[in-house]
């Protein structure tokens, strides 16, 4: 059942992806993140709130959000540190980069987490895996070659490291999403998936509040202007709708964290296409050839981690 769960998150997350992608366009990139994590505490603030009194009729289901201390909630801060991290260098290197180049790169991801299970929890590569990770970082040399025909230089195009940092911290969320919510006896904390959801969502809200006002409203005259979009809206409804089916698939028994990570970067499929037909992106065929070197990476990681 996980895999389903890990499925319909990826579907959810490409559109994710090419919501942000739109919202972006020629847009100030902090107050449109600052906006998402608005939109999206608000999403989760009447679970928080409802789940306070002790005959919360939220109690036994899906979205009750269980009271904790500060021994807890400093992991979720830290998770909340590592998500908007990766988030502002993302959206900007969306911002300034095709969809049809960003989604193969951040489709390697799986490859990140993969080398950090191996790591962190002393996992060993087999055979399968080996030849995974090589064709994820073929497809990254070829991407690489498709994207000099567009003027982009990989070695030295800064919003590209910025995609492939933004990356490497979302493959440390993800491991890091194991630890906070695999069972004690696993290594685990154990933490409620929505408590987790919730509360990271709050404490980015509150961060990226600082980061608005210290650092942009003062500059605000001097660098892009924002203006709204009704996508911007759906960004923080598709996240947290990924995010919550992603969650719940790991708290699920069984839930392997390479595994749904690599499914979740299926949602290049949705973006890529959407690129292609929304935003009339260009040189399509070479991109494919380094998609489909991407999806049959994967495809390796998944047989050698069943």
């Not at 709130?49 to 009271?67: A, E, G, I, K, N």
């Not at 400093?74 to 989604?103: A, N």
């Not at 025909?149 to 993800?174: Q, R, T």
Request: with cysteine; net charge positive.
């Amino acid at each position: 059942m996980w895999l389903a769960f890990a499925f319909l998150s990826a579907f959810l997350l490409g559109f994710y992806d090419v919501f942000k992608k739109q919202s972006l366009k020629g847009n100030a990139v902090i107050p449109v993140l600052f906006l998402n994590t608005l939109f999206s505490s608000l999403i989760f603030l009447p679970f928080i709130l409802l789940s306070l009194p002790t005959d919360s009729v939220l109690s036994d289901t899906l979205f009750y959000v269980p009271t904790a201390g500060w021994d807890v909630h400093r992991y979720v801060v830290l998770k909340s540190l590592i998500v908007l991290s990766s988030w502002t260098f993302g959206y900007f290197g969306m911002k300034h980069l095709p969809l049809t180049i960003v989604g193969p790169i951040n489709a390697t991801r799986p490859v990140m987490v993969l080398v950090g299970a191996l790591l962190v929890f002393g996992e060993r590569l087999n055979l399968y895996q080996w030849i995974g990770v090589s064709l994820a970082i073929l497809s990254f040399f070829l991407l690489s070659k498709s994207g000099k025909k567009e003027g982009i230089d990989f070695k030295h195009d800064k919003w590209i490291y910025f995609v492939v940092l933004s990356s490497m911290l979302g493959a440390v969320s993800g491991l890091y999403d194991k630890y906070l919510m695999a069972p004690v006896d696993e290594g685990g904390l154990g933490l409620n998936r929505m408590l987790v959801q919730s509360w990271y969502n709050i404490y980015q809200f509150f961060m990226m509040g600082a980061v608005m006002l210290l650092l942009w409203y003062p500059h605000r005259r001097t660098t892009t202007p924002f203006r709204w979009h009704g996508c911007i809206l759906l960004i923080s409804i598709f996240l947290s709708a990924a995010d919550f089916v992603y969650f719940y698939s790991l708290s699920l028994d069984g839930a392997m964290i390479s595994i749904v990570s690599m499914i979740r970067r299926g949602s290049v499929v949705v973006s890529f296409l959407c690129g292609a037909l929304f935003f009339r992106e260009k040189n399509l065929t070479s991109k494919a050839i380094d998609l489909l070197l991407v999806i049959l990476g994967m495809f390796f990681l998944y047989l050698g981690s069943s």
